[in-house]
């Protein structure tokens, strides 16, 4: 999932400014799973903010609410007249939620509530890890189903680097070393004779280093919407 | 006592929540003295009047929320419809 974070009550109050109506919208997937920006996290934050413009002597006008996903434009449209009577949208979505209301909105000022961090999963109640960095050309399957290029700071293909020791990564001592993961994951299941094949150079084409990504399903796509 | 609960470590966990809105009333602009947890059991109802005294008698020190008092005014000159929080 996608894990985010809220940002200080003291920048979501600067973001929002003077407007009077604030709408927070909260969503209700991952944010809601990682606790930043569900509908509980959407009433706690409109609530704050609430009682702090009046303690400041200028009460805003805020409300809240949550949709089920912030990045469609159906859940969106459920709410279009609340975004709509908006003064400024204050998105609980991580960054894409936000450019969905931009973008399905284009007359309504949207700013961030969270910080967008990573993708990954709860390792324990209240710990996150980075698990995939999104990279377009999957090499699990050549590294024992643990990600190098997220969870190796050098996203080495062929390691471990000089910098492994007792299992962890020379970055910080509890930064655990991806490839010690994939050599004791592979001893466990007898497979270390993929460590034999020398990956080649990465094709970052396919990452964000080819810019901006784009996935067209033809079979998916539907006749009044294609494009010429 | 810490840790000495009928839902195991229900009290420990309890007191992170307490601490973290103590930490977002301050942020907002309120005294964290508004809040305040008592550790006891149900069956200690002297040490709870002595609690529910301590903390009105603090509650009291500290006066009136002034989020109520704004919007007592506010109701009054008829400029604000929202509820009390």
Redesign the interface.
Known sequence: MIIAEQK???EMKSLIGDAHKVLVVGCGTCVTVCFSGGAREAA?VS??L???S???GH?Q?VTDVTVQRQCEWEYLDEIADQIKDADVVLSLGCGIGVQAIAEHFPDTWVVPGLNTSFMGLPTEQGIWAERCAACGDCILGLTGGICPIARCSKSLLNGPCGGSENGHCEINPEVDCAWQLIYDRLNKMGKTEVLLNIQPPKNWKTARDGGPRKIVRPDLRLEDEEED | MPGDCHYLEGNVNAKRRVDYIKDLLVKIGLEPERVRMFYMSSAQAAQFAEAAKEMTEQIAAIGPNPLRTRISVEEQNGTDEQTSE
């Open positions: 200080s009550l003291e706690i609530s704050s609430r009682m702090a009046k303690l400041d009460p006008e």
